[in-house]
């Protein structure tokens, strides 16, 4: 199983931008699916995640601009960023909880996609 995290890119503050995770190979089922972001000299922190259901969870930072969706058809999670600030450029990551074998679960991490936000 492979996570492929894209759709990085330079925008300008108060833009938008829409990343996207697909998930490949043979797998059972997609739990929870979650992005992380890392800033330069920083520590890797939770963006959000959501559930294999939909529901989701969002850090202070980015609450109300940022929105986290999914199709389990495709195998893909969206991050869809909006309203972005200087403070958003990081390298995100897509990590997610995947059932290969019904109830055996593993923990698998994307690539990493730059964002970078300027003003």
């Known amino acids: 199983v492979q996570l492929q995290a894209s759709g990085g890119g330079s925008v300008q503050a108060g833009g938008s931008l829409t990343l996207s995770c697909v998930a490949s190979?043979?797998?059972?089922?997609?739990?929870?699916m979650s992005w992380y972001r890392q800033a330069p000299g920083k520590q890797r922190e939770l963006v959000g995640y959501?559930?294999?259901?939909?529901?989701?969870k969002y850090s202070e930072s980015v609450k109300g601009r940022f929105t986290i969706s999914r199709d389990n058809a495709k195998n893909t999670m969206y991050l869809q960023m909006n309203d972005v600030k200087s403070e958003d450029t990081a390298v995100y990551y897509c990590n997610a909880d995947i059932w290969r074998l019904p109830g055996v679960s593993n923990s698998y991490w994307g690539q990493g996609t730059q964002v970078t936000v300027s003003s």
């Open positions: 190979g043979s797998l059972f089922r997609i739990n929870d």
């Open positions: 959501i559930t294999y259901s939909g529901t989701t």
